[in-house]
Nanobody
């Protein structure tokens, strides 16, 4: 199992930036990739971005392309989400998640960090 702790959320004005961090611990050697998801009040959780630990291949949801960047620091077992040009509709709780090598699903989740973008 992998434990995940997110940080970096907060309140920012529209057009501003935030960088989220997700520190992984435990059986991190079993991880294939890490993802960021978000859930706004009254809405379903949605995929934001993912990165592969080994290849650094990334994928993004269309609504964040060109604004958000996912990156990783293997030495620190940490994944980042740089969020620029934030919009009020980006307001949500952001979660990081771990996908093990043997699974097609994200099995481990962090507690989430609140991002609020004011207009």
């Amino acid at each position: 199992q992998v434990q995940l702790v997110e940080s970096g959320g907060g309140l920012v004005q529209a057009g501003g930036s935030l960088r989220l961090s997700c520190a992984a611990s435990g059986r991190t050697f079993t991880s294939n990739s890490m993802g960021w998801f978000r859930q706004a009040p009254g809405k379903e959780r949605e995929f934001v971005a993912t990165i592969n630990w080994s290849t650094s291949i990334t994928y993004y949801a269309d609504f964040v392309k060109g604004r958000f960047t996912i990156s990783r620091d293997n030495a620190k077992n940490t994944v980042y989400l740089q969020m620029n040009s934030l919009k009020p509709e980006d307001t949500a709780v952001y979660y990081c998640a771990n996908r093990p090598r043997w699974s097609s699903e994200y099995n481990d989740w962090g507690q989430g960090t609140q991002v609020t973008v004011s207009s």
